[in-house]
């Protein structure tokens, strides 16, 4: 490590020096409702996470730009990819396609280009965060775990009793970065609700800490988002939404690889990118207290990578325009029913789970050629009972059938599987405050669909007849603590888990045909814990996470494992001050990254990472200014992300590469917005 802990915590001292925060702000208290001035919140992001124990009721409240800036505090979790096409949440070493991803209860099950990432998601308009670290329920289908994000939206913005509000926002960084933003929001004929958002930013070549200019990083990010609700009645509502995110600019022909690899292929040459993501969100409420309680989404997600590779120059490039598409469309459909008996209570939760994905590649756009089409469907069906005894002891059992479905219109081939999966869980409250949690659940995957943009696998892939589903079981223990002691808030949370993946499943190819091969067992183990104290308003946090994956007994001979990444040890410190009397809250964060050698026997080097920030609110008493300001990477450390693409290998065109991902250096941020 290049950077010491002892180092790092000079940060602490230089957050009272220069008065930061940035990542973690303070929502105002109102005292009257008709005042702009009590109605003004932070506009931040609620974080949530099994991992990260803060105490009943609390939460995060950060301000970001950048998935990284939300969710790398989180124990367990990491971000990789450094480009904006190339953004990869990572949980435990598993990457978004073993996740549940869902945005505004859209699952985003998307995987087009293995150069690319799968998500495409705006941080700053985010309200909240909900980080399920592991598979704990049947609710659920991720076999590494969910993450719930949910947007902004006039009711929550309104609840106040205000009838229109807005905000405009414009940011800088200096390494490098700018945006703007601009929101409007109202309630019409107190039942109606309007929210418009659009968010866009602007990107140069970034430099890493070793002052090294980055390529390919140069374009513009476009965020639009419209929202329409309607109280149908008092406990039934119904919200139709829009939402369309592009990236665009002149990219590397392989963004998720450092510059040096970039370079060392292609030189100086850009592909023309546009990277969009369309959601269109028809949702559904129904509160009828503890007898029934619904929610119910259905969705369209559409994806499309088009890239214009006609440049004579790039290598081994066919001189076309090409397009991958994944048109998504689903439902979910969640009903909680709450009941008492005696000393003994219920809390079912029971619904569906239903997702269809059809995938697209166009080989050549002008030429019009067929496109090569996949499909694959899956269906859950689960019930969960929480049964509470005299409010100390509750036990979970859950049940799920899971109904998987491919198509590869190509070959005309296509296969199904199904399952019906087991969980139990519990918890018990040993003292007040204090709580031990358990659970045991059993996994289920079918096979992804061919990777569409490569084109090749694609066009001949074929159902390998003896197949078998990805199975498994996800176990956890974990205690919990909560209280005040003399004044001072007290927290702390472990969590020790165990993941075995039976029937590991992997694409392989033979005989002029790829196929998807069960390739053995795989498993992770570790824990995470966070540590928690505060004192008036300092708030002090620490974290600590580790996950080793055994891949021993998978061949990996001829296969790609590339969504395993593992991050191994992390620390986490935080320290956030709130100044009263100025309206000013600042921050410190340290992230300290081990030296990892993965179970491939790759040594990824560990780092050190320091942001520091401020927030100061009703700036120069001018009622919802606010002025926000900080570093990130206070030490200018020169380090790739365990998530992002690391190592070096040879390739048998190109000769030795060097893939490392550098992260981007100092970078100084400044953000000035105003509501009204």
Known sequence: MSVSIGRSCFGLVAVSALMTGLTVAQAQDAADAESVQDTVVVWGTAVTSNSLYLGEGEIELK??????????????????????????????????????????????????????????????ILESA??????????????????????????????????????????????????????????FADRADVFVYFNRVDRDNFEDGSGRETIGSDGTTDNWLGKIGFDITENQRIELSYDRLEDSGDYTQRPDM???????????????????????????????????????????????????????????????????????????????????????????????????????????????TAPVEQEATSLGIFLEDEIGFADRLFIRPGVRFNDYEVTYLATGESGSWDEITYG??????????????????????????????????????????????????NVEFGLRYANEIAGARITAGANWFETTLDNY????????????ANIGTASINGFEASLGWGFGELDLLATWSTADFDASELDLSSVSTESIREIGDQLGLQATHFYEPWNLTTNWNLQQVMDKTTSTGELKPGYSVNNISLRLDDLAGWTGLSLTGGVDNLFDEAYTSHASRTGESFHPVFGPLVLYDVEPGRNVKVTLSKVF
């Open 63 to 124: 301000q970001a730009d950048h998935l990284s800036d939300l969710l790398r505090t989180v124990p367990g979790v990491d971000i990789g990819g450094t480009h904006s096409v190339n953004s990869r949440i990572n949980i435990r070493g598993l990457d978004d396609r073993n996740l549940n991803v869902y945005i505004d209860g859209a699952l985003q099950t998307n995987y087009l280009y293995h150069h690319m990432g799968n998500l495409l998601i705006n941080a700053d």
């Open 130 to 187: 909900d980080v399920q670290l592991g598979a704990n329920t049947v609710t659920h289908g991720g076999i590494g775990g969910s993450v719930r994000f949910d947007t902004k939206d006039a009711a929550d913005l309104l609840a106040d009793g205000r009838m229109f509000g807005g905000r405009l926002m414009a940011s800088y960084n200096d390494n490098a970065q700018t945006g703007f933003s601009g929101t409007g929001y109202g309630r």
């Open 258 to 368: 450092g510059v040096l690899t970039n370079t060392a292929i292609t030189g100086d040459i850009l592909i023309p990118t546009e990277y969009t993501r369309e959601t269109v969100n028809l949702s559904y409420g129904l509160d009828l207290g503890d007898a029934f309680n619904l929610s119910a989404t259905y969705y369209m997600n559409a994806m499309s990578l088009w890239r214009d590779e006609t440049s004579p120059l790039i290598p081994r490039s066919a001189l076309v325009k090409r397009e991958a598409e994944a048109d998504n469309q689903g439902v979910n459909l969640l009903a909680i029913s709450r009941l008492e008996t005696g000393t003994v209570s219920h809390t079912l939760k029971y619904g569906v789970e239903y997702f269809d994905q059809e995938l697209a590649y166009h080989p050549d756009l002008e030429a019009g």
């Open 424 to 473: 139990l869980g519990g918890e018990f409250i040993i003292v007040p405050g204090l709580s031990a949690v358990a659970s045991y659940t059993e996994l289920f995957k079918g096979p992804e669909l061919a990777e569409p943009f490569g084109g090749a696998s694609a066009a001949i892939k074929i159902v390998n007849p003896d197949l078998e589903p990805q199975t498994g079981d």
């Open 505 to 516: 499943i992997a694409e392989t190819s033979a005989g002029g045909a790829a196929f998807d």
